[in-house]
């Protein structure tokens, strides 16, 4: 029977047992007196054990010496309490078996020497054998464990919403079109229309950028309900915050206003962080020592402090008077770029999550609800210190009058909503909403700067290998 490293930590395993560990090599030294010390990790935990082989195992000269980093073993051996003060316990082993050699170890890329993330960006096949990806994904797992957790435990149900749509739900134009290229398609294409498509059936599709829309029809009946799926945005942005396709996680609750759903947002983050917090603890040391910040000190002040609430009004007004690096003055109804977010976050509110909210209507997408002046929507920002927006809402225009008038205004055809216009005609419901952009939400609990470095194969502009 196997056993897993994480049992030996968690004191499962009695110690002067016999044990049969699988794993991968991270790290050998062997000594001149014929002893050498290989660190094994199989997965199950971020800690490695301490393997000890002598040379009176008959394989030690021809095969155990040979091994490099990266070689996947078999490890029969005895577990004890080591003497040494690195680690608590070792394996001395009776055999090694080899079961899957690194051929030619000189041109391995992912050697136990340290990496930059950009290198490493090159072989999304091998990173996650480095112990920083691997924190990475550890802190991903427990994050989208610990949300669905806080949702159920407050009466919210995961609805799937699909994947191929026929609305541009954001309104932003930036979609993927699904088309299709079946033996027809290519059966009647002459040699130079090689890349003509078909439209899916018939009709126009595309990759879902929101599943809100859909998620408002199951809020309206189930009320609390939760989408956590793939997105996809088609907008030509090669920054180091925009994937083309991302995780996001959507909230919507029925008899929720926009106040109550920043509260339940606010509660939500920090629930997840404390989470984090307690159940990462090895995975956020790794990280601090790798990229030589102290991530649980900046975790922690986010529990601590609450989120700061402003207006956009007020936010444009702080911007004018104290961003020194405005070339002109903002004016109502201008959005603000990233770098004026980051001054009010970081400058202004000393590296506070804040949210803005009450946007000019002009600013945001046709759902949002009319506030009483006619000119702003109950909508939010939530802007992260180093991040940036991590999560955006609003509480729903449910009057459909209003939302008519808002199709209208946005010159959006009313046909294409008779479904969603059907929620406001029978039964409608305040109700109010959000999306959390999982990897931004990642990269700001790991310290992470680039987000292609927190999702396991980064879709981006010009770059969808595998
Ligand atoms: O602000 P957005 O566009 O909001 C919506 O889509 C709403 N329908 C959500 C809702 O109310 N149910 O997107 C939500 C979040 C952003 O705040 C951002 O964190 C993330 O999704 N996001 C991206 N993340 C990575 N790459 C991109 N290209 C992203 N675009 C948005
Ligand atoms: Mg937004």
């Known amino acids: 029977k196997i056993s897993l490293i994480s049992d030996i930590y968690k004191e499962l395993v009695p110690i002067n047992s016999n044990i049969l560990i699988k794993g991968w090599v991270k790290n050998k030294r062997?000594?001149?007196?014929?002893?050498?010390?290989?660190?094994?990790?199989?997965g199950s935990t971020s800690q490695s054990i301490q393997v000890i082989a002598n040379k009176k195992l008959i394989n030690y000269k021809n095969e155990i010496l040979t091994i490099t980093t990266g070689y996947s073993i078999s490890i029969n051996g005895i577990l004890v309490l080591s003497k040494g003060?690195?680690?608590?316990y070792e394996i001395l082993s009776n055999t090694i078996k080899i079961i899957g050699k690194i051929k030619n170890s000189n041109h391995y890329p992912i050697t136990s020497k340290k990496h930059t993330l950009e290198h490493l960006r090159n072989f999304s096949h091998l990173r996650p054998r480095t112990n920083l990806i691997l924190a990475i994904t550890r802190i991903r797992n427990i994050l989208i464990q610990s949300i669905h957790s806080f949702?159920?435990?407050?009466?919210?149900?995961w609805i799937p919403?699909?994947?191929?749509?026929?609305?541009?739900?954001?309104g932003t134009g930036e979609i993927f079109h699904v088309c299709v290229k079946n033996k027809k398609t290519i059966k009647n294409c002459t040699n130079n229309q090689k890349n003509i498509y078909e439209k899916f059936f018939n009709q126009d599709a595309y990759l879902t950028v929101s599943g809100q829309l859909t998620l408002e029809s199951y809020a309206c009946s189930l009320s609390r309900v939760?989408?956590?799926?793939?997105?996809?945005?088609?907008e030509n942005s090669n920054t180091s915050?925009?994937?083309?396709?991302?995780?996001?996680?959507?909230?919507?609750?029925?008899?929720?206003?926009?106040?109550?759903?920043?509260?339940?947002?606010?509660?939500?983050?920090?629930?997840?962080?404390?989470?984090v917090l307690k159940k990462n603890a090895i995975e956020l040391e790794i990280l601090s020592k790798l990229l030589n910040i102290n991530?649980?000190?900046?975790?922690?002040?986010?529990?601590?402090?609450?989120?700061?609430?402003?207006?956009?009004?007020?936010?444009?007004?702080?911007?004018?008077k104290h961003c020194s690096f405005l070339k002109k003055k903002i004016l109502f109804g201008d959005d603000l770029n990233s770098d004026q977010e980051r001054f009010l976050v970081e400058k202004?509110?000393?590296?506070?999550?804040?949210?803005?909210?009450?946007?000019?209507?002009?600013?945001?997408?046709?759902?949002?609800?009319?506030?009483?002046?006619?000119?702003?929507?109950?909508?939010m920002d939530i802007l992260f210190p180093y991040i940036g927006e991590i999560i955006g809402g609003s509480q729903r225009e449910e009057r459909l009058d209003i939302l008519d008038s808002r199709i209208r205004e946005l010159g959006l055809n009313k046909k294409d909503y008779w479904w969603y216009r059907d929620l406001r005609k029978y039964g409608t419901v305040p109700h109010s909403g959000f999306g959390i952009g999982f990897e931004r939400l990642l990269m700001y609990i790991t310290g992470i700067n680039n987000i292609r470095d927190v999702i396991p194969f980064p879709r981006t502009v010009n770059h969808a290998n595998f």
């Open 295 to 320: 991530i649980s000190e900046r975790i922690v002040k986010s529990i601590n402090t609450k989120i700061i609430i402003l207006t956009y009004s007020k936010a444009i007004n702080i911007l004018n």
């Open 85 to 88: 003060i690195q680690q608590k």
């Open 241 to 275: 915050r925009h994937l083309s396709e991302f995780w996001m996680l959507e909230v919507e609750a029925a008899f929720f206003n926009m106040h109550n759903i920043l509260n339940f947002a606010e509660k939500l983050i920090k629930y997840t962080l404390k989470e």
């Open 226 to 234: 939760y989408n956590f799926g793939p997105t996809f945005r088609a």
């Open 348 to 379: 202004y509110f000393n590296y506070s999550i804040i949210a803005i909210i009450d946007f000019p209507k002009k600013l945001k997408a046709f759902y949002m609800r009319i506030n009483d002046d006619n000119q702003t929507v109950a909508a």
């Open 151 to 157: 949702l159920y435990h407050n009466n919210f149900y």
């Open 30 to 42: 062997s000594s001149k007196i014929g002893i050498s010390f290989l660190d094994i990790q199989d």
């Open 161 to 170: 919403t699909p994947i191929i749509t026929s609305l541009d739900a954001e």
